[in-house]
């Protein structure tokens, strides 16, 4: 997201696309909030009257940071302010909210033009457009790219594409059904239609598409009822030659817990990854970002920038919106320790705690009741050890990392690694408060 306004935008999206939120309680509580800011993983919005703010709390509270977080990856908390009371709410003009709001009017649209091109993404571009061209030349060579599966780290472009597939489908031909949505979308809008007996709706619905954009399929795993559903929808429009596109944070090959008929399916077109951008790469887009803001950025700014920022584009931009946004509320030009300020700033924000083999010891030894010297010891009592397969359980999941690995981590024999990695993915089948324990602890080691 490029901006508070962008992420802003997405999650009124998310909020209008559930079935549970009517279209007059959308205009008369949500719609009429203003985005103001996100800061320390808070959310904050402004409302013009007092009982606006507390009936919309009392009412959306829940769905509106369920939102927030599903566009953003990330718990968040929300604070509304009103904006004839609050003291922390904004002036009129001067304020920085008022600067940062400046700069989101300016932004570029998610569209192919406004896609800044490298080595990383080039073949991903290149397959994009022919998707979204499909119905403009050679359907023969686009089927080849059914479906066309996306995937690297967050942050490097995947949803930039999918909505730029998205414009120019919409734009060149009205007619088709295009349907844009996140796993998490999907999913929320199945159980719905689940509780509320309307499986038929849904079914039409995403049945009918022309092109069916998903992203982050990645979350679909654990999910039973939801891969049934998206392998009969899969299949019906596959079948029907219509337009699968898909994105992941790693590999189809790599996503853990996921029905192999699915995972076939998904290797059945053309898999595509993004990796991080070069230098002249990171150099173009903040050029691109600075000249699309009336920015002017030195060659040795936009230099430090691209140095120091090296594997987000989203950080990238984010970088270029902060300074221009300072710049305005501020009235300074940018300068270099603008610059640092503002990139510490922003790595940051966007960099969780890194998640070492001694923070998933430390969490499972908590969570156990025992110490982390007792997971890496030779004691075999069973809370211990317990502990300890769930230790070589997450660092494998979570990490990554190869048996050999573990075992060299813990001192102990890798081919033992495999059996208790083994033992718990069992347990976990039929042990609900093993699997929930594991997942607060998955959690945790998250939310740091």
């Not at 320390?40 to 709390?57: C, I, M, Q, R």
């Not at 304020?95 to 709001?101: G, L, P, R």
């Not at 000249?291 to 040795?300: A, C, G, H, I």
């Not at 070492?356 to 010297?373: G, K, L, Q, Y």
Request: glycine share 2%; proline share 3%; net charge negative.
């Amino acid at each position: 997201m490029e901006s508070f306004r962008d992420v802003y935008d997405s999650a009124m999206s998310y909020l209008r696309s559930l079935p549970s939120i009517s279209e007059v309680g959308y205009k008369r509580w949500i719609s009429v909030l203003e985005p103001y800011k996100l800061e320390h993983n808070t959310v904050y919005l402004l409302s013009e009257s007092e009982f606006t703010k507390s009936t919309t709390l009392s009412i959306y509270e829940k769905t509106i940071k369920e939102a927030f977080e599903n566009v953003l990856g990330f718990p968040v908390e929300l604070k509304i302010l009103v904006k004839t009371k609050d003291e922390s709410s904004p002036a009129p003009d001067s304020s920085a909210a008022a600067a940062m709001e400046q700069v989101s009017l300016n932004q570029d649209k998610l569209t192919f033009d406004s896609f800044i091109k490298g080595k990383s993404n080039e073949l991903a571009f290149v397959c994009c457009t022919a998707v979204a061209n499909r119905h403009d030349g050679n359907a023969d060579s686009s089927n080849m790219m059914n479906p066309l599966f996306i995937y690297g780290d967050s942050g490097l472009g995947k949803t930039h594409l999918m909505k730029a597939i998205e414009d120019q489908v919409n734009r060149n031909h009205p007619e088709l059904n295009l349907i844009y949505t996140t796993t998490e979308n999907f999913t929320n809008e199945f159980v719905q239609a689940l509780s509320e007996r309307r499986t038929n709706e849904f079914h039409n619905k995403y049945r009918s598409a022309d092109y069916l954009l998903i992203d982050d399929i990645q979350f679909i795993v654990n999910k039973d009822a939801v891969q049934e559903e998206f392998f009969h929808t899969f299949n019906d429009l596959y079948n029907a030659g219509k337009q699968i596109v898909l994105t992941s944070d790693i590999a189809p090959s790599k996503i853990s817990k996921l029905e192999n008929r699915i995972q076939s399916r998904f290797l059945l077109g053309m898999q595509v990854d993004i990796q991080p951008p070069d230098f002249e790469t990171r150099m173009a887009i903040v050029k691109s970002k600075a000249e699309l803001l009336d920015l002017r950025l030195s060659d040795s700014l936009a230099r430090l920038i691209a140095e120091k920022v090296k594997t987000n584009i989203r950080q990238l931009e984010g970088t270029v919106n902060k300074i221009k946004a300072l710049t305005l509320y501020t009235n300074e030009s940018p300068s270099v320790s603008m610059a640092q300020r503002v990139i510490k700033e922003i790595m940051i924000e966007n960099h969780p705690t890194e998640i070492t083999c001694d923070r998933i010891i430390a969490e499972v030894a908590n969570t156990f009741s025992v110490t982390p010297e007792d997971i890496r010891s030779q004691n075999r009592r069973a809370n211990i050890s317990l502990a300890r397969k769930v230790a070589i359980y997450l660092m494998k999941e979570i990490k990554g990392m190869t048996y050999i690995q573990i075992g060299n981590e813990l001192d102990k024999n890798h081919s033992t690694m495999t059996i208790h990695h083994k033992n718990i993915e069992d347990m976990i089948l039929t042990n609900n408060d093993l699997k929930e324990t594991i997942e607060d602890i998955i959690k945790n080691l998250k939310e740091v």
